[in-house]
């Protein structure tokens, strides 16, 4: 099956600092991968969509500025929490849509906890 | 009103058991509808997933859904403790937005 991966599984950074996490489509070409936020027994939101080669969708509420998504190829997206702060430690979810099979199932990756000291 | 609501839990039920998850949703525009099974820390894996109204069965596990009602739910037949995990109910919004509910946490007792 497709298999979708992030690096690292999990960071601690100071507050102030910068952290970049990426997501690979391992198996598969993906268009299209999304970025989720997750706090504790908290359901997915969606924070932003990023397609392939151009500027990445923001959710209502997400600052741009500060999460800053860029996917240069079609197997790797990435996902940088710029002057990170601790309410940004959350767990951070990485999906990816493989348009080639003609089905709307994203493939998750494992996710990365971050924390903020 | 959230979009999509569906009961945190926890629900705890014996090995064997049947099992029934549920969500409501509010947006008519829905099409297709996702489940989720999500362990601890990790990210979520899809179950299944099901067109319009109608059931859907795989193996042990069947969804349907109810459109007049705006009802969803996931069965999980002869229920193993291996099953124990959140499991998010999540329509599609369009082409691509999944739209989650907040998971139920399921522990099945052996």
């Known amino acids: 099956g497709a298999v979708v991966s992030q690096h690292p599984s999990w960071v601690i950074c100071k507050s102030g600092t910068s952290v970049k996490i990426e997501c690979r489509s391992l198996?598969?070409?993906?268009?299209?991968m999304f970025w989720y936020r997750q706090f504790p027994k908290q359901s997915l939101m969606l924070m932003a969509t990023?397609?392939?080669?151009?500027?990445?969708?923001?959710e209502q509420g997400v600052e741009k500025d500060k999460f800053l998504i860029n996917h240069a190829s079609l197997t790797l997206s990435t996902l940088t929490v710029t002057s990170a702060h601790p309410e940004d430690s959350s767990f951070y979810i990485c999906?990816?849509?493989?348009?080639?099979?003609?089905?709307?199932?994203?493939?998750f990756g494992p996710g990365t906890r971050l924390t903020v000291t | 009103q959230k979009e999509v609501e569906q009961d945190p839990g926890p629900l705890s039920v014996p090995e064997g058991a049947i099992v029934s998850l549920n969500c409501t949703y509010s947006?008519?525009?829905?099409?297709?509808f996702m489940w989720y099974r999500q362990y601890s820390r990790k990210g979520p894996e899809l179950l299944m997933y099901?067109?319009?109204?109608g059931n859907k069965e795989d193996g042990r596990f069947t969804a349907q859904v109810d459109k007049s009602s705006k009802y969803i739910s996931l069965f999980i037949r002869d229920s193993q403790p291996s099953d124990s995990a959140t499991y998010l109910c999540?329509?599609?919004?369009?082409?691509?937005?999944?739209?989650f509910g907040q998971g139920t946490r399921l522990t099945i007792n052996p």
């Open positions: 999906s990816a849509r493989d348009w080639t099979s003609g089905s709307y199932e994203q493939y």
């Open positions: 198996d598969f070409q993906a268009t299209t």
């Open positions: 990023s397609n392939e080669g151009s500027k990445a969708t923001y």
């Open positions: 947006n008519s525009a829905f099409q297709y």
């Open positions: 099901t067109y319009s109204s």
């Open positions: 999540a329509p599609l919004e369009g082409a691509q937005k999944l739209v």
